[in-house]
């Protein structure tokens, strides 16, 4: 069975700190695709970055950054210098290879205060 | 990049009526979408995965003769919810599957529906 933990519910911050956002997924399958996405609150998910199995190298984009590590089977993700308009619901999902159905964690509020 | 939409955006409705929902792929063709529900502040659960021209396949513990799924053509998807309760208000949100082969595995998110039954 597949599962993604997102540990952290809620996470306060002032602006122009550094904050990473945990996620760690369980999969027997060795094919798969990670993901994170942000919901503001509007509601409507915002695509960030999609991390396939066999791509550990890590990304930067910007003033986001993803570390993927297999060997401990986590996907963070880490804003640097926040601003309160990273604030949002940040959700980290997996889904397999050739199957369809996303397995979302329960999702990361990130507050970013002035 | 491809474009979902969703239609209403949101929706009151009283107890006992039918809210129909559509999804549209705006530029591309999708043979495959989903319909995930999302209570506040919780996750995503994928209700059912709509297939164009054949029958819905639902998630266990999913009512399929509650949530009638319809994909009547490439670029649409309909979610209508029968006999709403106040239990179903939730906020839906669906995916489509560009059939595209260079983004076969992409899926694209609609910005969701906020159905709330009085």
């Known amino acids: 069975a597949q599962k993604v933990t997102q540990a952290q519910t809620e996470i306060s911050v002032v602006e122009k700190e550094d904050v990473t956002l945990d996620c760690v997924y369980e999969?027997?399958?060795?094919?798969?695709?990670l993901f994170w996405y942000k919901q503001p609150p509007s509601g409507e998910l915002v695509f960030l970055i999609r991390?396939?199995?066999?791509?550990?190298q890590n990304e930067i984009s910007g003033r986001y950054s993803w570390n993927f590590q297999k060997s401990t089977s986590s996907f963070n993700f880490t804003i640097t210098a926040s601003q309160v308009v990273d604030s949002a619901v940040y959700f980290c999902?997996?889904?397999?290879?050739?199957?369809?159905?996303?397995?979302f964690g329960s999702g990361t509020k990130l507050n970013v205060k002035p | 990049g491809a474009v979902v939409s969703q239609h209403p955006s949101w929706v009151i409705c009283k107890s006992g009526t039918s809210v129909k929902i559509e999804c549209r792929s705006l530029?591309?063709?999708?043979?495959?979408m989903f319909w995930y529900r999302q209570f506040p502040k919780q996750s995503l659960m994928l209700m059912a995965t709509?297939?164009?021209?054949?029958?819905?396949?639902?998630e266990q513990g999913v009512e399929k003769d509650k949530f009638l799924i319809n994909h009547a053509s490439l670029t649409l998807s309909t979610l209508t919810v029968t006999s709403a309760h106040p239990e179903d208000s939730s906020f839906y949100i669906c995916?489509?599957?560009?059939?595209?082969?260079?983004?076969?595995?992409?899926?694209?998110f609609g910005p969701g529906t906020r159905l709330t039954v009085l």
């Open positions: 995916s489509a599957r560009s059939l595209k082969t260079s983004a076969s595995d992409t899926q694209y």
């Open positions: 999902a997996l889904r397999l290879y050739n199957f369809n159905k996303f397995y």
């Open positions: 530029d591309f063709q999708a043979t495959t």
């Open positions: 999969t027997r399958d060795t094919t798969y695709y």
């Open positions: 709509s297939n164009e021209g054949s029958k819905a396949t639902y």
């Open positions: 991390r396939n199995s066999f791509d550990e």
